[in-house]
């Protein structure tokens, strides 16, 4: 039991036995300790209060307890006595410290139990009362100085505190003392008035507890309603402390785990070697002195789930491998928020593996079994304090998704202008081809004048038809490519469903099934008609050599008609090179006449592009807009604003370091600033509208430096956004306006609030927060949202194990070569004592504190 420190079990606070009347048992006598043991057992009851009318016997309960102890069953002594109080008297169950009341083998439960009846008949008779009135029981109670708490029975029934008990009385009680101290609980409570009226008259409310009142072995456990005490040990003390704390120790019902927690680490080699620190599904705290080895447990847990590091990566890099040496190796068990195991191991050096419960490897990421791990290392709270973006992003980024959309966009974009940069030179382009063309056709006007041209105008002919040819079968190759681009793209639709089972819809399924199929027979026929296509480009191959081969036979007949000319004025093979080179200035004209004619479309893809770029980091706005909500929901300490695209100084700057060298004035820069949201406005202006915009602001000379740059930066820029203005206010003040340690506990506290983190490991936040802050307001979180995340701390302050009620402690000792860690919980008395040497100074400094603080008040 309670390996993984405090756990929550069933308590039956009110139970009676054989040895009080009005218990029925028929089974053989010496069969009953051991058939008792086993109904609760079969209730499922881990502690167990017997509280007999006005009698208690020692043989019983010691058999009881040995009987029970072997099941994991813890019993305790009490007594159910009946105070002479209203008419009936009130049935109050009193619990007594076993270690106290029964030591060195006395029995001075007894010996109250004597005094209590000392001149009364029939004592054993649940409507019997005692001598006493509930102030003189008390107050005898007091005199024995031993440790006892009180729980009163049935509270709204018959012989009930209530029912018994008018105003006038209860109030008269609140007067006493020890009722405070003493008075942990009201069993069977059911009226909402009467708790109520014991607030009013006492000033507090105990915890509300059940008890099955058993009068035979088949009721033991019986009742509406159940009570689970969360206790790190069986004992006296665990049991009366978690009814102090009530709040956060009873439940009526068994709380459930909802979220992935570290169930355990064993290390093989290195400095923890043959060691397994199993944790508690809520708060761990890893203490010792300074340099015992604290913070090699949390790094070696972020190294398992290979969590980035911010600061001194050197440092803990070297840290890892002093862990776990060569070859040395950790496997972490995990639980996810499913209920389902898994270990994930890691040998240093190498990656993580993760095999589930069958041993089956599941390759994939350690973290991708959790909602969300935040690790902060030493120092790494007040760093992370000083960037409110880079803060948000690390706390509810994952569950904003990824950029990747945004990222296609820019593509888009990068691709827009570079098309849109080539179709503005096609002007250019154009008038060059047009000029180089009208020389080549004044060149050939004076083959023409001289005759030449009809001469050899054979010739020519067949060098055209050549190069029509030629250009023909470039774009035939082009065209191929195309084809098989996207064929091979798609060839696999028409199987996406094929081996899909449907329990629910398999009609349907089949008629989609039977779609992607004919889907798919037609995307098979392009892939025929490429094949087809191909040997088409073959057959005009041969064409073009056909004309080839025919060109060759009458080169002998061209000779001739060359050497009749008789010009030597006259290039006469140049001739017939100018026709090719003419036919493909016109061929190049016609191309580039129709690309300038997509120059419109163009700038409607960048729009489309730009438009819907902005729609999506907006819709992240949205989502990061909700995030900051909820959070601002859950407690007051803290409020986040965010403002779309509102970093307008990180805007600024970062243009003034992009054109650096332009020129432009600090005004100018932000005239810019105030005139475009992001880059992508102020691109936008620049290609589409020839700097429209940009020219009112700045002149002409910088225009022309800054025209240059976008020229040469414009794929990077546009990757750059303009972040989110984040503010965080910590009471109500700008948190960069506080000071370190304020800025690292308004992180912690937004980490807090994050109820999607499963995991939380944290190596010495008070380095960054004083102590009044970690009392006031992070144990105050750490204890409401324990149950739902796993926190894992390395601390020297004794607030957070002792105040937080920290389920595990480990005391973490650096021995020569290894690290020896010790395991315990908060209800330990040896977890106690380690706590106060190591934290407090020892108990001889932490008494006089004490004793200090005590004179101060």
């Not at 350690?366 to 909602?371: A, E, I, N, R, T």
């Not at 098309?419 to 063309?437: A, F, G, W, Y």
């Not at 700045?698 to 740059?709: F, H, P, W």
């Not at 995991?759 to 380095?767: A, V």
């Amino acid at each position: 039991m309670f390996e993984s420190g405090l756990e929550y079990v069933r308590a039956d606070f009110h139970l009676h036995t054989q040895k009080d009347k009005e218990f029925t048992y028929s089974g053989e006598k010496n069969d009953f300790v051991k058939s008792y043991a086993t109904a609760l057992k079969q209730a499922n009851i881990s502690v167990g209060i017997i509280t007999n009318h006005n009698k208690f016997d020692k043989d019983e309960y010691k058999a009881l307890k040995r009987a029970a102890s072997k099941e994991s069953i813890f019993i305790l002594p009490g007594v159910e006595l009946t105070v002479k109080e209203g008419s009936n008297g009130i049935h109050t169950l009193i619990i007594f410290n076993p270690d106290e009341w029964l030591e060195n083998g006395n029995n001075h439960i007894q010996t109250f139990l004597t005094a209590a009846f000392a001149t009364i008949s029939n004592p054993e008779n649940r409507n019997t009362k005692c001598c006493y009135d509930l102030k003189n029981t008390l107050e005898k109670l007091e005199e024995y100085g031993r440790d006892y708490f009180v729980i009163f029975a049935h509270v709204d029934q018959s012989s009930g505190l209530f029912s018994e008990c008018g105003g006038g009385l209860l109030e008269s009680l609140s007067g006493l003392a020890p009722f405070r101290k003493r008075v942990l609980g009201l069993q069977k409570s059911r009226t909402r008035d009467n708790i109520d009226k014991f607030s009013r008259c006492f000033g507090y409310v105990p915890a509300l507890i059940e008890g099955s009142d058993p009068k035979s072995l088949k009721d033991i456990g019986k009742g509406d309603k159940q009570t689970y005490l969360k206790i790190g040990e069986y004992s006296y003390s665990a049991i009366k402390f978690a009814l102090q704390d009530y709040k956060n120790r009873a439940s009526e019902l068994l709380p459930e785990q909802k979220h992935g927690y570290i169930e355990s680490i064993y290390f093989q080699g290195g400095k923890f070697d043959g060691q397994t620190v199993r944790f508690s599904s809520e708060l761990n705290s890893l203490i010792g002195i300074r340099g015992s080895g604290k913070s090699s447990v949390l790094e070696a847990i972020r190294y398992m789930f290979d969590q980035p590091v911010q600061t001194d990566k050197e440092y803990k890099d070297s840290l890892i491998k002093n862990i776990f040496g060569s070859g040395g190796k950790a496997v972490l068990t995990v639980t996810d928020k499913h209920g389902k195991r898994y270990f994930i191991s890691r040998i240093y050096g190498e990656r993580s593996n993760v095999v589930d419960e069958n041993g089956t490897d599941l390759n994939i990421q350690p973290s991708s079994l959790f909602d969300g791990i935040q690790y902060f290392g030493q120092k790494d709270l007040s760093n992370s304090a000083d960037h409110e973006n880079g803060l948000l992003e690390k706390l509810v980024g994952g569950k904003i998704g990824e950029t990747a959309e945004v990222t296609s966009y820019v593509s888009e974009l990068t691709t827009a202008i570079s098309q849109l940069l080539d179709v503005s030179k096609i002007p250019e382009q154009i008038e060059e081809c047009e000029t180089k063309k009208s020389e080549l056709e004044h060149k050939m006007s004076i083959y023409k004048e001289k005759g030449v041209a009809e001469k050899l105008k054979k010739q020519t002919g067949y060098t055209t038809d050549k190069t029509r040819l030629d250009s023909a079968s470039g774009k035939i190759d082009s065209a191929i490519k195309e084809l098989k681009q996207v064929f091979v793209k798609n060839q696999g639709l028409s199987i996406s469903l094929q081996k899909i089972n449907s329990n629910y819809n398999p009609d349907i399924i089949e008629k989609a099934v039977n779609i992607l199929s004919l889907i798919g027979g037609e995307i098979a026929k392009i892939g025929e008609a490429i094949a087809q296509i191909e040997n088409y480009r073959s057959e005009f191959i041969e064409v073009i050599t056909e004309l080839s081969a025919k060109i060759d036979s009458l080169a002998d007949e061209f000779a001739e008609i060359k050497r009749e000319i008789q010009d030597n004025t006259l290039d006469i093979d140049g001739y017939v090179k100018m026709t090719a080179e003419l036919e493909k200035y016109k061929e190049t004209l016609q191309q580039l006449e129709g690309r300038a004619k997509s120059k419109e479309q163009i700038e409607s893809a960048f729009k489309k592009a730009a438009r819907e770029r902005n729609d999506t980091l907006l819709s992240q706005f949205r989502a990061y807009q909700d995030e900051t909500q909820k959070i601002n929901e859950t407690q007051s300490e803290l409020r986040i604003s965010i403002d779309f695209k509102g970093d307008r100084e990180g805007f600024k700057s970062q243009m003034k370091s992009d054109f650096r060298g332009s020129g432009i004035s600090d005004s100018k820069y932000q005239s810019l600033c105030d005139a475009f949201r992001d880059y992508v406005e102020l691109i936008e202006d620049w290609i589409l509208s020839d700097g429209e915009k940009i020219k009112k602001i700045i002149s002409l000379s910088e225009y022309g430096k800054l025209d240059k740059k976008l020229q040469e930066q414009y794929p990077e820029l546009l990757k750059n956004q303009v972040p989110n203005k984040v503010e965080i206010y910590y009471h109500e003040k700008l948190l960069r306006h506080h000071s370190i340690g304020q800025r690292a506990s308004a992180l912690i506290l937004f980490i807090l609030m994050q109820s999607d983190n499963d995991i939380i490991l944290i190596d010495q936040p008070e380095d960054d927060l004083d102590n009044k802050i970690i009392y006031d307001e992070v144990i105050t979180a750490i204890t409401r949202k324990k149950q739902g995340m796993q926190f894992i701390f390395a601390t020297h302050n004794a607030n957070i194990p002792v105040l937080g009620d920290a389920e595990r402690v480990f005391v973490v000792e650096y021995q020569d070569t290894k690290i020896d860690i010790s395991q315990g919980n908060i209800d330990l008395e040896t977890t106690h004592k380690q706590i106060v040497d190591i934290m407090e100074g020892g108990k001889e400094a932490f008494d006089k504190r004490q004793l200090i603080y005590t004179s101060w008040k």
